[in-house]
């Protein structure tokens, strides 16, 4: 085939395909620029693509080239590229033939230079600070004696096993760990999620809401803490309702959970000693202070046994108090016959006085007095009793005249309500039948729509209803089986069938029917129901 374009090609110059020219030229950039390494600035960075690569550019002042980052790279990356900053790239430059592009196929990614990092820190520390994240009066002191901790950070490292360790030396709680990645791609998303997720948990739930977190890493270059940077995270440190402790890094490293925590720990080990007290010294304290209390309390009991013991030498003795209740005890004893003697001669003086007065004649005046007096009082009532009965009587004088001319009123008042009844009545009867007469041309629409929809209707037209054994309807062939006893409804009765094996059907010839007279009596009215 080449030979055949070549002989009749005009010029002695190779003809290729456009598949074969691309491929050539792609062999030729990727053999040349096998390994390259690039500065530049990201363009065009919106972040990993749904399938785990990145799509983006590096440029400079005077040129641009496309750039992507396998998944897999991608993953393996110590900090989360971002737009505008300055990178070193290196990998291999490679075309793409489907639309004529070269771009570079990045294997490493590092910021160009600590001093481009530390810009986009103190940039993004500006920004926070701006909102108030980092403003001392968000931040709230740490539980003196948490019951439960919460930990973010590696499951695998050494700082667990150093908080762990160093919680449980000085006062050992229930500490919760949130495993996390603490560097690479996706690490600040999962250090956020877990501050996040420790704050959702609520009092009395499964799991104990910690009363502290701690949010810890190892030391490590600029580009291994870089997740603690991370924007995200800063948010979460700071919208956290849980005390936070950061201790990422080494006493000399700095991050922005830094600023947003409330409190800072230089070591991971330090942030457990922050977190508890020491158990041995408190203990100690305790045991200190019971003393103390035991020997202030034996020293007030001594005081005070000392000044009661002096107030009892003031105090008179029992024969002394009790010396003039006594000599008045012998004083009322001794006058105490007298005074009975007395008080019976006094009695019977009273008496004789008054069983003097006692005599036949002043008994009977006091009778007739009563006796008087009880029948003026009868002699008032009897006047009384006349006057209520001449009133009760004019009362029943007026109540019976007011009763002979009762039936008069009553009567009118029955024709009125008579005359008033029978209106009602015809007005009743009046809208019963219109009632009635609406109600049944309803009950005839209705009939008529049934009629219509009614399956009766089909049957009419030559069609038949097949049904089983449970008089369900059957709607395909291979719903019955073999020998299966069935129904089948005609317009005019059903008839009951047994299945065989299906055979074809053959055409029938149409017998004209005979045509029924037509009625010569009046049509009949139909059903109401």
């Given at each position: 085939m080449s030979s055949f374009f070549e002989?009749?090609?005009?010029?002695?110059?190779?003809?290729?395909?456009?598949?074969?020219?691309?491929?050539?030229?792609?062999?030729?950039?990727?053999?040349?620029?096998?390994?390259?390494?690039?500065?530049?600035?990201?363009?065009?960075?919106?972040?990993?693509?749904?399938?785990?690569?990145?799509y983006f550019a590096l440029k400079d002042d005077k040129a641009r080239i496309d750039a992507v980052i396998w998944k897999g790279t991608m993953s393996r990356l110590k900090f989360r590229p971002e737009e505008g900053m300055e990178v070193i790239a290196t990998g291999k430059v490679t075309t793409f033939p489907g639309s004529s592009k070269y771009q570079i196929v990045i294997e490493t990614l590092e910021p160009a230079g600590a001093g481009a990092l530390m810009a986009l820190i103190e940039e993004r520390k500006r920004k926070l600070g701006a909102e108030g994240l980092f403003d001392p009066a968000r931040k709230r002191p740490l539980p003196y004696m948490p019951r439960v901790i919460g930990v973010v950070t590696s499951p695998t490292g050494a700082v667990i096993r150093d908080i762990l360790h160093r919680i449980s030396d000085r006062f050992p709680v229930h500490v919760i760990v949130w495993p996390v990645r603490v560097q690479g791609e996706g690490s600040g998303s999962e250090v956020a999620a877990a501050i996040e997720g420790f704050n959702a948990f609520t009092a009395g739930g499964p799991i104990a809401r910690p009363d502290l977190l701690i949010v810890a890493r190892g030391g490590g270059s600029l580009e291994d803490l870089w997740s603690f940077n991370d924007e995200a995270v800063v948010r979460a440190a700071a919208n956290s309702q849980i005390p936070l402790i950061s201790a990422v890094g080494h006493e000399t490293d700095w991050t922005l959970i830094d600023y947003a925590s409330?409190?800072?720990?230089?070591?991971?080990?330090?942030?457990?000693e922050m977190a508890v007290p020491v158990k041995a010294d408190l203990?100690?304290?305790?045991?200190?202070?019971?003393?103390?209390?035991?020997?202030?309390?034996?020293?007030?009991?001594?005081?005070?046994?000392?000044?009661?013991?002096?107030?009892?030498?003031?105090?008179?003795?029992?024969?002394?108090l009790l010396a003039l209740p006594r000599r008045r005890f012998d004083e009322a004893s001794a006058g105490l016959g007298r005074g009975l003697q007395m008080n019976t001669a006094n009695k019977r003086r009273a008496f004789e006085r008054t069983a003097a007065h006692l005599r036949p004649d002043v008994l009977s005046n006091r009778i007739n007095e009563r006796r008087q007096k009880l029948s003026e009082k009868m002699t008032r009532a009897e006047r009384i009793v006349e006057r209520l009965v001449q009133r009760s009587a004019s009362r029943v004088s007026a109540a019976d005249a007011s009763l002979r001319t009762l039936p008069a009123r009553l009567l009118s008042q029955i024709h009125r309500s008579q005359d008033r009844l029978t209106g009602l009545s015809g007005r009743a009867d009046s809208a019963?039948?219109?009632?009635?007469?609406?109600?049944?041309?309803?009950?005839?629409?209705?009939?008529?729509?049934?009629?219509?929809?009614?399956?009766?209707?089909?049957?009419?037209?030559?069609?038949?209803?097949?049904?089983?054994e449970a008089g369900l309807p059957i709607k395909a062939a291979a719903a019955l089986s073999l020998n299966q006893a069935i129904a089948i409804e005609f317009a005019d009765g059903s008839i009951n069938a047994v299945t065989t094996e299906g055979a074809p059907v053959l055409p029938q010839p149409v017998k004209k029917r005979a045509e029924k007279p037509a009625p010569t009596g009046p049509p009949k009215q139909g059903s109401l129901f």
């Open positions: 002989s009749d090609s005009p010029s002695n110059l190779t003809e290729y395909s456009v598949s074969e020219l691309s491929g050539s030229i792609k062999r030729t950039v990727e053999q040349a620029f096998d390994q390259v390494r690039v500065r530049g600035e990201i363009s065009g960075y919106r972040g990993p693509h749904s399938s785990g690569h990145a409330d409190q800072r720990a230089p070591t991971p080990t330090g942030a457990a203990e100690a304290g305790v045991s200190t202070l019971s003393a103390r209390l035991k020997a202030a309390m034996t020293r007030q009991m001594d005081n005070r046994r000392q000044a009661v013991r002096a107030l009892t030498r003031a105090l008179p003795s029992l024969d002394q019963l039948l219109a009632d009635l007469r609406r109600r049944r041309s309803t009950v005839a629409a209705h009939d008529r729509i049934l009629q219509s929809l009614s399956y009766r209707n089909v049957l009419k037209r030559g069609y038949a209803l097949v049904r089983d």
